[in-house]
Each structure stands twice: as structure tokens, then as C-alpha cells.
């Protein structure tokens, strides 16, 4: 059967940076993330008899080695969880710049994951997604939700209580808008995968960071209850630089920032001695994205626009659960 789904992309507000099972993709920490509407990934799946090995194209290119390899395994769990056997052809495509630190690894494997399992004649619920799309990439299972989304990290040895769920949905805070600014179309040079596990054995700061995190994630909790974008805000700004000064100490140092990326922040910062709610968040890629609330885009992209080089900016609402489409892409 050939199913396709969409998925959102998801960007963190209290990240997450670090495994404590590379196999099973168990994070060292829960993280808490908006799914947003504006970043969509479409899938289709077909198992084929006819086919000798897996085919897949992204974004209209055939997908070779490492990348290849990643949805050949997955797919490998779900051919051995549904008993099949034969090969899939995948085609995915992404309406925004993928593997740029735009998070679309996450959107990629929660469509993935939705698509595949459907095309295989399996039923499983949105808990059992979360944990496959885990595994694919840890971001991942947080797309499987729509709003605002809290991956546990779980305690068991085998995963299971590892999954998202949904905190509350966008339409809890429809006001909420992040602002996505591409600044570079180039694919980033350090995979987050890698460049996490270099941080949790080298940087000195890595026991800091997991101590601090049971605040930034309660206060960030309440925050969203509360529809603070202050609060939300300054946890998710504050919370994104401590990620980055573990990567900056990470041996040898990880860096995503450009020179666009710093001159983002400070208009950011200009904007708030302005008197305006905004507040970035950078994850790994050079892009930074911008949270305030619907009554403020307007004057937020007029500010943005005067620092030269963005190239493109999305705003984007809360988004939607991953979900089945009635239209394939082949
Ligand atoms: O799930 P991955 O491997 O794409 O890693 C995501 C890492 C960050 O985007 C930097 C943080 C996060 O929590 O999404």
C-alpha cells in the first residue's frame, strides 16, 4: 500500500543536546518545543515487491550514503515490527532549506515514521509514533504532536517511556509566532548528532548544563500555561546560549554561528530597549529564530529587515499533529 503523511518542524525552547543511548536515541534531558505550522514535510511511502533495494529521494535528489543509510535502517525497524520484507520507495519533500539547522530532520522522520508505518499495515498510536520517530532523529518525536511539546526523557533501558506529548495545543495560544530567519542555504558541516556526542565527552560545562535544566523546564512549563512571552522568552533565549557554550566548548569547538547570526541577536536585543517582546532562539545551524506575539510581527520584521543578508523570513504559527494526507507524491 502507499501511504503519505505531513509533519511540522519543531524548534526547541529548552533544548535538547546529548544522548545517554546513541543506539535507542535516549536524551540526557526532556526538552520542551513548539511545533510550528510555517516548516512541513511531506512523505510517501510504497512497499514494492519489484524493488531490490530501498529508494529514496529528498527534495528531488536521490539520497545516497550516510542519509541513505539512516532511512534504510529505519525502515529496517519497521519492516521487522510490520513482517515484511520488501524494499520502499520513499519520496519526501520540505518546503523550507533541510539539514541547515532548520530542524528537518524532525519534521522528516515524524512524516517518515507516520508514512511508512501506515504503508506497511500497521496501526500504531500516537505514543508508539513518538518513540519510532525517536529513533530516526531524538528532535523527531516531538513533530509527531502538534503546539507546544515535551519529550520525557524517560528511564527504562529499552525506550518505551521515552515519547512526546502534547503540552497543550496551539490553539491554547494562538498569539504565539516565531519568526524563522534563514540566513544560509549551506548544509551544516557538524551533524547534531555527532556535534552532541563530542559535547557530552568533552565540555567541561556538560554537568552544569543537565543541573540547570529542571528549572528552565518547569519555568518554561509554566510559562506556556501562563501565555507569558516574557517568560517563555528569556527561559528559551537564556536556555538556547547555554547549548551553545557547551558546543563552543565542546574539543574541537563546534561553532554554527555566522556573522549574520550575531548581528541577528543583537537586533533582537536592540528591539527589546525598544520596548518590544522579542526573543531568539539558535539551534544547530546559523538561522535565528525569532518568538513574539501577532500583535508585534509586523514592527519585528520591519526591525529584522534592517539588518542586511536575512534571506528569507517565515512566520510561523503554532502547528498541527503529524497527520496522513489523501494526496501522494507519486
Ligand atoms: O534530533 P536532532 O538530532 O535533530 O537534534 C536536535 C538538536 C537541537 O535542534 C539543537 C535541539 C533540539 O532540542 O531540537
Known amino acids: 500500500m502507499k501511504a503519505t503523511a505531513a509533519a511540522n518542524a519543531n524548534i526547541a525552547l529548552v533544548k535538547y543536546w546529548g544522548k545517554r543511548d546513541e543506539k535507542l536515541v535516549l536524551p540526557q534531558n526532556a526538552s520542551v518545543s513548539v511545533t510550528l505550522d510555517g516548516l512541513e514535510t511531506q512523505t ?11 529508494e529514496v529521494v529528498l527534495d528531488g535528489k536521490k539520497a545516497e550514503g550516510i542519509e541513505l543509510e539512516r532511512v534504510e535502517k529505519f ?13 520502499a520507495k520513499v519520496v519526501s519533500k520540505n518546503n523550507f532549506p533541510a539539514a541547515a539547522g532548520l530542524a528537518s530532520s524532525a519534521s522528516g522522520f515524524a512524516a517518515l515514521a507516520l508514512a511508512a508505518t501506515k504503508a506497511a499495515g500497521l496501526r500504531l498510536d500516537k505514543r508508539e509514533l513518538s518513540v ?4 530516526g532523529s531524538g528532535s523527531a518525536c516531538r513533530s ?14 529499552d525506550g518505551s517511556d521515552s515519547f512526546a506529548e502534547q503540552l497543550v495545543p496551539g490553539s491554547y495560544w494562538p498569539e504565539f509566532r516565531m519568526i524563522v530567519n534563514v540566513l544560509s542555504d549551506e548544509k551544516k558541516k557538524v551533524k547534531s548528532r555527532e556535534g552532541m556526542k ?22 518554561m512549563k509554566e510559562g506556556i500555561m501562563q501565555k507569558d512571552i516574557e517568560k517563555v522568552g ?48 539558535i539551534d544547530a545551524g546559523p538561522h535565528v529564530k525569532v518568538m513574539c506575539l501577532e500583535k508585534d510581527v509586523k514592527k519585528v520584521l520591519g526591525e529584522i529587515k534592517r539588518v542586511k543578508g536575512v534571506k528569507k523570513s517565515i512566520v510561523c504559527r503554532p502547528g498541527f499533529d503529524a497527520r496522513l494526507l489523501p494526496k501522494n507524491l507519486f
Open 132 to 135: 519510532l520517530a525517536r529513533i
Open 144 to 157: 509527531i504532536f502538534g503546539g507546544f511539546v515535551e519529550w520525557l526523557k524517560g528511564s527504562v533501558a
Open 198 to 219: 563530542q559535547s557530552v565527552e568533552s565540555s567541561p560545562y556538560y554537568g552544569a548544563w543537565l543541573e540547570s535544566l529542571e528549572e528552565d523546564l518547569e519555568e
Open 75 to 87: 525502515l529496517d525497524l519497521i519492516r521487522e515490527k510490520a513482517g515484511i520484507g520488501e524494499n
Open 44 to 54: 510517501t511511502v510504497e512497499f514494492l515487491q519489484k524493488l531490490t533495494k530501498d
Open 234 to 281: 528569556e527561559i528559551a533565549e537564556h536556555n538556547c546560549l547555554k547549548m551553545h557554550s557547551l558546543m563552543f566548548t565542546t574539543k574541537p569547538a563546534i561553532v554554527y554561528w555566522n556573522d549574520l547570526t550575531v548581528k541577528m541577536m543583537k537586533a533582537v536585543w536592540e528591539m527589546r530597549e525598544k520596548g518590544l517582546k522579542a526573543y531568539f532562539t
